[in-house]
């Protein structure tokens, strides 16, 4: 009996217990490959819905484009602008760029810093390329500075003659230009935010008549990226490789 304990305890120890141990480590890589598996099963299967949805969603990116084009547009500005104060009974008298004393005439930057020696190593680091926002603004129209949520923005004052009601049409006009519901945005002309506006008698034909001054904003697309950020109709833009920071050991 002591010799067939003895045997059963070796068998264990030398034999059963390595394999339990192996057979539960393979279970764990068993584990995380399935876990990899589905992961890129739900990749594969999102790429494949958004190849389904590519041409619907470039539509709706060119509609977009219309609302916030890639330079100032002002011909379609000044059409867009016009059709509005004409639907609603409005005299379109003037369109004046305001400068904001900030516009996009800065010098470029550096976009890349130069490289730094650490002393105690010697060690030679390049860091990562970033953001130049002076760089950016310098490729915008003349007039255009850039703003907080990375579009640039193009300040305007707009000059109409006509009744207060009719000044009242004109901003739901330029309010409807653009909307969105249901998940969707609806696209009938640039997109403009109205800061202000001040009203005073008519001087050609006197009070009830006003002369409206009306404060907007219109925004234009990132310079570099156009509406479609390098998309065509058929795919969209390559995909290129991001610099990282490398470290170069001294000799």
Not at 33 to 38: A, F, I, K, R, S
Not at 241 to 248: F, R
């Amino acid at each position: 009996m002591l010799v067939a304990v003895v045997a059963l305890g070796a068998f264990w120890f030398l034999g059963l217990s390595p394999k339990r141990d192996e057979s539960a480590k393979l279970a764990t890589e068993v584990q995380g490959l399935q876990q990899e598996v589905d992961q890129l099963r739900s990749t594969v299967a999102a790429a494949d819905q958004a190849k389904r949805n590519f041409a619907d969603d470039y539509a709706q990116l060119v509609t977009l484009g219309k609302a916030v084009p890639a330079d100032d547009d002002t011909a379609s500005l000044l059409v867009q602008v016009n059709r509005v104060a004409g639907r609603t009974g409005l005299e379109f008298r003037d369109i004046e760029l305001i400068d904001t004393g900030a516009s996009a005439g800065a010098a470029p930057v550096p976009t890349t810093p130069p490289p730094t020696t650490d002393p105690a190593t010697g060690a030679t680091t390049t860091a990562s390329p970033v953001p130049a926002t002076e760089a950016a603004a310098a490729l915008l129209p003349l007039g255009a500075t850039v703003g907080t949520a990375g579009l640039a923005v193009m300040p305007y004052k707009l000059v109409f003659a006509g009744s207060f009601f009719d000044v009242i049409k004109f901003v739901e006009g330029i309010d409807s230009m653009v909307k969105t519901g249901d998940g969707q945005v609806m696209v009938d002309g640039r997109l403009m935010t109205i800061d202000g506006f001040s009203l005073t008698s008519d001087p050609r034909t006197g009070f009830p008549d006003l002369t409206a001054s009306v404060s907007v904003n219109t925004y234009v697309t990132p310079p570099g990226q156009g509406v479609t950020a390098g998309a065509t109709p058929t795919a969209p833009a390559p995909v290129t490789a991001t610099p990282t920071a490398t470290t170069t050991p001294a000799p």
